[in-house]
C-alpha cells in the first residue's frame, strides 16, 4: 500500500464520534464578579437549596470544521438556531457547591474543565473547586470541531487539522458565562427526581454487540410493552431495536420555595445525529428542537424556566429516524421535548432530594489499568470497524478490509484482544503517538441527597451504562437509581463491555485502550465512592496539535466557502420554495468581540397601536431558534453578505396566530455583530414568498394599521 493511501486510512481514524448579550426572554446580564443571594430570610429558605439556571450562546462565527464526522464532517458556514452553553448552579445549606453544564458541543476535553475553572476565578472572581464542575457535550455534530485538549481528535474528528487556540479561549469564556449567569440567578429551591419512558426516539444500531452481553435479555424483557421500530431489512436480523435501548428520560425539577418551575436538569441517551453529516450549519440537532420545544411549553409571565440537557450512554443508540433530515430532526426533536415538557408539568410524584452535595473523583490512566486482574492496553489503537462506521452510518472508506465483524484469530497487540489494527506500527507511531491520545481521564461524580450523578468521559454503550449505574446503586441500595451524564469531563472515544467488544462492531473497534478499558472506568467509579473525599487538581494537559485559525477573515477562504452556502444550503436544509428571506451586510467578527459573533435573526409582529415588536407565540415565548437560518452568501471586501432565512412558515402549527397580526403582515429583524440592525420588507407569513425580500432600514417601514376586525388589543 503506498503512502497515499495510507495517509488517507490515518486520516479517518477519529470516525470515533460517528457516532456578552443575552437573548431578551432569558434574563439579565450577569455581573462580574458574581454575587450571590444575601441571606436567608426564613427557616425555610436556611434549610434549602439555592438553584439558579444560566445560557449563553456559543455559536461560533462561520468558517469552523464541525467536528464528530471526522474527515467527512461539513463546515459551519450557516447557523439554524443557536449552539447554547446551559449551567445549572447549586448551593447547599453547607456551603458546598455544584455546577453543571450541558453544551452543544461534539465533545469536552478535561484540560477544556480545568480552563474553564481558571477563567472563573481570573476573570470573574469566582473560586469553584474542580470537582464541584462537570461539563458536558450533548454530541451534535454540527458544533465545532479544533477545540480538543488532545491532538488526535484536533487531527482527525474534523474535516481539516489544527488546533484553533482563539476558537477554544472563545468557548471558554462563553461556558463560564453561563455558570456566571446561573450563580447570579440561584435562589431556595427544592429539588425532586422523576423520570419518563420516551418511545419512538431511539433505537440500537449495533445489535449483534447487543446481545452478546448478558444484560441484553433483562432489557429487552423490561422494554417489552413499548412501541416498536418494526422490522429493517438492511440491517442485521435481531430483536427489536427500539427495545434494545435504555428508553428512560430521567430528570430532576427544580422549583423555587412557592412551587413554581425554575428548571429541569434531565439525560437521555442518544446520537443526536438525525441531521446529515454533510450540512455545513451549525445545528444541535434533535437536543436543541427538544430544549426549544419543552420550553416554549414551560414558558409563563413572569419567567422562562430553562432545560439543561445531557446525554446518556448514547455508544449504540442512534435516532430512530426514517431519513436523516431536517424533517426527521424535527419531528423526533419535538417528542422528545413534549416529555420533557411533561415531566416538568408533571405534579409532586418525584422523589425529593435532600439538600445535601458531596464529590467523589478519580483520575485514571488507562495504560496503567489491571481491572479484575486484566490488563488494559499500553497505547492506543483504531480497529478496521472504526473506519467502516456505524450500521447505520457507514463511511466512504467501508470495504471488504474495513468492516464490522472483521476479527483476528488471535491476540495482535497485548490488551487490544481479537482488534484488527486499522493502521500499520510505522503510522500508528507516526500519527497516533501517545501524548496525542487520551491517556489519562477524569471520572467525576456528584451526590444530591441520596442520588449520585457520574460523569462518563466518552461513549458508553447501553449494557456498560447499565454494568456502571448497578454498580454505583449497589453501593447505596436504599437511593435512587443514578443517572449517568455522557460525554461529561473528557473525550475517551467508546467505551464497551468485554463480550461486545468481542464483536468487533463499530463501537468495539472504537474503544482506543481495549475491551478492559471500559470496565476500567466502571471499577475506578466505584472506588472513587469506597474512598473519602479529596481536592482534584488540575490534569497534565496533552498536546493538542499545530495551531490553526478557522474563523472566516477577508480573503480567498470566505469566498470560497461563501460560493459553497449559496450554491448549496437551501438543498441541505430542505428549504422549500417560498420561504422568506432577505440579505443584509455585516462585518467580520473578531476574536474579542463580546456579544454574538453571528448575526441574530427574529420575526417582527405589528402591535395593536402599530409598532413593530418581537413576535411572541403562546404563553410569551418567542418564536423557536430553529424557526431561522443565517447563512453567508457573498464577500465584498472587508464585508460579509448574509441571508435571513425564516422556516416558521412551513414547520409552525401555530401559524394561525401569527395570520391573525393587524395587516396581516410580519417582517424579519437581524442585528449584526457589528450591532447595525436590518429588516426585510413586510409579508404575509401564510402566503409564499416567490423572491427575495426588499432589505430596509428598520425605522422606515410604516406598520400597517390595527384591522378593527382583528381582536388582538
Same mark, same amino acid.
Given at each position: 500500500?503506498? @503512502?497515499?493511501?495510507?495517509?488517507?486510512?490515518?486520516?479517518?481514524?477519529?470516525?470515533?464520534?460517528?457516532?456578552?448579550?443575552?437573548?431578551?426572554?432569558?434574563?439579565?446580564?450577569?455581573?462580574?464578579?458574581?454575587?450571590?443571594?444575601?441571606?436567608?430570610?426564613?427557616?425555610?429558605?436556611?434549610?434549602?437549596?439555592?438553584?439558579?439556571?444560566?445560557?449563553?450562546?456559543?455559536?461560533?462565527?462561520?468558517?469552523?470544521?464541525?467536528?464528530?464526522?471526522?474527515?467527512?464532517?461539513?463546515?459551519?458556514?450557516?447557523?439554524?438556531?443557536?449552539?447554547?452553553?446551559?449551567?445549572?448552579?447549586?448551593?447547599?445549606?453547607?456551603?458546598?457547591?455544584?455546577?453543571?453544564?450541558?453544551?452543544?458541543?461534539?465533545?469536552?476535553?478535561? @484540560?477544556?474543565?480545568?480552563?474553564?475553572?481558571?477563567?472563573?476565578?481570573?476573570?470573574?472572581?469566582?473560586?469553584?473547586?474542580?470537582?464541584?464542575?462537570?461539563?458536558?457535550?450533548?454530541?451534535?455534530?454540527?458544533?465545532?470541531?479544533?477545540?480538543?485538549?488532545?491532538?488526535?481528535?484536533?487531527?482527525?474528528?474534523?474535516?481539516?487539522?489544527?488546533?484553533?487556540?482563539?476558537?477554544?479561549?472563545?468557548?471558554?469564556? %462563553?461556558?463560564?458565562?453561563?455558570?456566571?449567569?446561573?450563580?447570579?440567578?440561584?435562589?431556595?429551591?427544592?429539588?425532586?427526581?422523576?423520570?419518563?419512558?420516551?418511545?419512538?426516539?431511539?433505537?440500537?444500531?449495533?445489535?449483534?454487540?447487543?446481545?452478546?452481553?448478558?444484560?441484553?435479555?433483562?432489557?429487552?424483557?423490561?422494554?417489552?410493552?413499548?412501541?416498536?421500530?418494526?422490522?429493517?431489512?438492511?440491517?442485521?436480523?435481531?430483536?427489536?431495536?427500539?427495545?434494545?435501548?435504555?428508553?428512560?428520560? %430521567?430528570?430532576?425539577?427544580?422549583?423555587?420555595?412557592?412551587?413554581?418551575?425554575?428548571?429541569?436538569?434531565?439525560?437521555?441517551?442518544?446520537?443526536?445525529?438525525?441531521?446529515?453529516?454533510?450540512?455545513?450549519?451549525?445545528?444541535?440537532?434533535?437536543?436543541?428542537?427538544?430544549?426549544?420545544?419543552?420550553?416554549?411549553?414551560?414558558?409563563?409571565?413572569?419567567?422562562?424556566?430553562?432545560?439543561?440537557?445531557?446525554?446518556?450512554?448514547?455508544?449504540?443508540?442512534?435516532?430512530?429516524?426514517?431519513?436523516?433530515? %431536517?424533517?426527521?430532526?424535527?419531528?423526533?426533536?419535538?417528542?422528545?421535548?413534549?416529555?420533557?415538557?411533561?415531566?416538568?408539568?408533571?405534579?409532586?410524584?418525584?422523589?425529593?432530594?435532600?439538600?445535601? +452535595?458531596?464529590? %467523589?473523583?478519580?483520575?485514571?490512566r488507562l495504560p496503567e489499568a489491571e481491572p479484575e486482574g486484566h490488563a488494559v492496553a499500553a497505547r492506543a489503537i483504531p480497529g478496521r470497524a472504526m473506519f467502516a462506521g456505524a450500521e447505520d452510518g457507514r463511511t466512504k472508506m467501508q470495504g471488504r478490509r474495513n468492516r464490522e465483524g472483521a476479527v483476528a484469530k488471535r491476540e495482535r497487540v497485548?490488551?487490544?484482544?481479537?482488534?484488527?489494527?486499522?493502521?500499520?506500527?510505522?503510522?500508528?507511531?507516526?500519527?497516533?503517538?501517545?501524548?496525542?491520545?487520551?491517556?489519562?481521564?477524569?471520572?467525576?461524580?456528584?451526590?444530591?441527597?441520596?442520588?449520585?450523578?457520574?460523569?462518563?468521559?466518552?461513549?458508553?454503550?447501553?449494557?456498560?451504562?447499565?454494568?456502571?449505574?448497578?454498580?454505583?446503586?449497589?453501593?447505596?441500595?436504599?437511593?435512587?437509581?443514578?443517572?449517568?451524564?455522557?460525554?461529561?469531563?473528557?473525550?475517551?472515544?467508546?467505551?464497551?463491555?468485554?463480550?461486545?467488544?468481542?464483536?468487533?462492531?463499530?463501537?468495539?473497534?472504537?474503544?482506543?485502550?481495549?475491551?478492559?478499558?471500559?470496565?476500567?472506568?466502571?471499577?475506578?467509579?466505584?472506588?472513587?465512592?469506597?474512598?473519602?473525599?479529596?481536592?482534584?487538581?488540575?490534569?497534565?494537559?496533552?498536546?493538542?496539535?499545530?495551531?490553526?485559525?478557522?474563523?472566516l477573515r477577508p480573503g480567498p477562504r470566505a469566498k470560497h466557502w461563501a460560493r459553497v452556502a449559496a450554491r448549496v444550503l437551501f438543498d441541505q436544509l430542505e428549504i422549500e420554495d417560498g420561504a422568506p428571506h432577505f440579505d443584509f451586510d455585516d462585518r467580520f467578527a473578531r476574536p474579542d468581540d463580546e456579544g454574538h459573533v453571528m448575526p441574530e435573526l427574529w420575526l417582527d409582529v405589528p402591535d395593536a397601536e402599530g409598532h413593530w415588536r418581537p413576535a411572541r407565540r403562546g404563553l410569551h415565548?418567542?418564536?423557536?431558534?430553529?424557526?431561522?437560518?443565517?447563512?453567508?452568501?457573498?464577500?465584498?471586501?472587508?464585508?460579509?453578505?448574509?441571508?435571513?432565512?425564516?422556516?416558521?412558515?412551513?414547520?409552525?402549527?401555530?401559524?394561525?396566530?401569527?395570520?391573525?397580526?393587524?395587516?396581516?403582515?410580519?417582517?424579519?429583524?437581524?442585528?449584526?455583530?457589528?450591532?447595525?440592525?436590518?429588516?426585510?420588507?413586510?409579508?404575509?407569513?401564510?402566503?409564499?414568498?416567490?423572491?427575495? +425580500?426588499?432589505?430596509?432600514?428598520?425605522?422606515?417601514?410604516?406598520?400597517?394599521?390595527?384591522?378593527?376586525?382583528?381582536?388582538?388589543?
Open positions: 500500500m503506498n @503512502a497515499g493511501r495510507r495517509l488517507a486510512l490515518l486520516s479517518a481514524a477519529c470516525l470515533l464520534a460517528a457516532c456578552p448579550r443575552l437573548d431578551r426572554d432569558w434574563g439579565t446580564e450577569p455581573t462580574s464578579p458574581a454575587e450571590l443571594p444575601k441571606a436567608q430570610a426564613s427557616p425555610d429558605e436556611a434549610r434549602a437549596f439555592l438553584a439558579g439556571f444560566g445560557r449563553e450562546v456559543i455559536t461560533p462565527p462561520p468558517g469552523v470544521p464541525l467536528g464528530g464526522h471526522a474527515k467527512e464532517s461539513a463546515t459551519g458556514v450557516a447557523a439554524w438556531g443557536e449552539l447554547e452553553a446551559r449551567a445549572i448552579y447549586l448551593r447547599a445549606p453547607d456551603g458546598g457547591e455544584l455546577v453543571l453544564v450541558a453544551c452543544d458541543l461534539w465533545a469536552v476535553s478535561g @484540560a477544556f474543565v480545568d480552563r474553564v475553572v481558571a477563567q472563573l476565578a481570573r476573570e470573574h472572581g469566582i473560586k469553584l473547586r474542580r470537582e464541584s464542575l462537570s461539563i458536558g457535550a450533548t454530541h451534535t455534530h454540527h458544533g465545532p470541531g479544533n477545540f480538543a485538549g488532545e491532538a488526535m481528535y484536533n487531527s482527525y474528528a474534523q474535516a481539516r487539522a489544527g488546533f484553533d487556540p482563539v476558537l477554544e479561549a472563545f468557548l471558554v469564556e %462563553r461556558v463560564a458565562r453561563s455558570i456566571v449567569s446561573a450563580r447570579a440567578a440561584a435562589r431556595a429551591a427544592t429539588l425532586e427526581l422523576d423520570h419518563r419512558v420516551v418511545e419512538g426516539v431511539a433505537r440500537n444500531r449495533s445489535i449483534l454487540a447487543f446481545m452478546a452481553a448478558p444484560e441484553s435479555a433483562s432489557r429487552l424483557e423490561a422494554n417489552a410493552g413499548l412501541a416498536g421500530c418494526g422490522p429493517a431489512p438492511e440491517l442485521p436480523e435481531g430483536p427489536d431495536r427500539c427495545h434494545a435501548i435504555d428508553p428512560r428520560l %430521567r430528570a430532576i425539577r427544580v422549583r423555587d420555595l412557592e412551587g413554581r418551575l425554575l428548571g429541569l436538569v434531565a439525560t437521555m441517551a442518544v446520537h443526536p445525529v438525525a441531521m446529515p453529516r454533510e450540512v455545513d450549519a451549525y445545528h444541535g440537532d434533535l437536543f436543541a428542537i427538544a430544549r426549544s420545544t419543552a420550553e416554549a411549553q414551560l414558558a409563563a409571565a413572569d419567567r422562562r424556566p430553562l432545560v439543561v440537557l445531557f446525554n446518556g450512554p448514547e455508544g449504540d443508540v442512534s435516532p430512530n429516524w426514517d431519513q436523516q433530515s %431536517r424533517k426527521d430532526t424535527e419531528a423526533l426533536g419535538r417528542r422528545l421535548g413534549l416529555s420533557l415538557g411533561a415531566i416538568a408539568k408533571a405534579p409532586e410524584s418525584g422523589a425529593p432530594l435532600a439538600p445535601t +452535595l458531596e464529590h %467523589r473523583h478519580r483520575r485514571v497485548p490488551g487490544q484482544g481479537l482488534k484488527l489494527p486499522a493502521i500499520g506500527r510505522l503510522w500508528l507511531a507516526i500519527g497516533l503517538p501517545p501524548r496525542q491520545t487520551p491517556e489519562q481521564l477524569d471520572l467525576v461524580s456528584h451526590r444530591i441527597g441520596g442520588l449520585t450523578l457520574a460523569s462518563m468521559p466518552g461513549e458508553f454503550t447501553t449494557n456498560l451504562g447499565q454494568r456502571l449505574r448497578a454498580g454505583l446503586h449497589e453501593l447505596a441500595p436504599g437511593e435512587p437509581e443514578p443517572m449517568l451524564l455522557g460525554l461529561t469531563d473528557g473525550y475517551g472515544s467508546y467505551f464497551t463491555t468485554p463480550e461486545g467488544y468481542a464483536t468487533q462492531q463499530y463501537e468495539g473497534g472504537s474503544t482506543l485502550f481495549g475491551p478492559w478499558s471500559g470496565p476500567a472506568l466502571v471499577a475506578a467509579h466505584l472506588e472513587a465512592w469506597r474512598a473519602p473525599a479529596t481536592p482534584l487538581a488540575p490534569a497534565e494537559s496533552a498536546h493538542a496539535g499545530p495551531r490553526r485559525r478557522f474563523w415565548a418567542s418564536p423557536a431558534p430553529f424557526e431561522f437560518v443565517r447563512s453567508v452568501q457573498a464577500v465584498e471586501g472587508q464585508t460579509l453578505r448574509w441571508r435571513g432565512i425564516w422556516l416558521g412558515r412551513s414547520q409552525d402549527a401555530e401559524l394561525g396566530e401569527l395570520r391573525r397580526v393587524p395587516g396581516g403582515a410580519v417582517r424579519l429583524h437581524a442585528r449584526g455583530v457589528d450591532g447595525r440592525e436590518h429588516c426585510s420588507a413586510p409579508f404575509s407569513p401564510g402566503e409564499p414568498v416567490p423572491e427575495r +425580500l426588499e432589505t430596509r432600514s428598520c425605522a422606515a417601514d410604516p406598520t400597517p394599521p390595527p384591522d378593527p376586525r382583528e381582536n388582538l388589543g
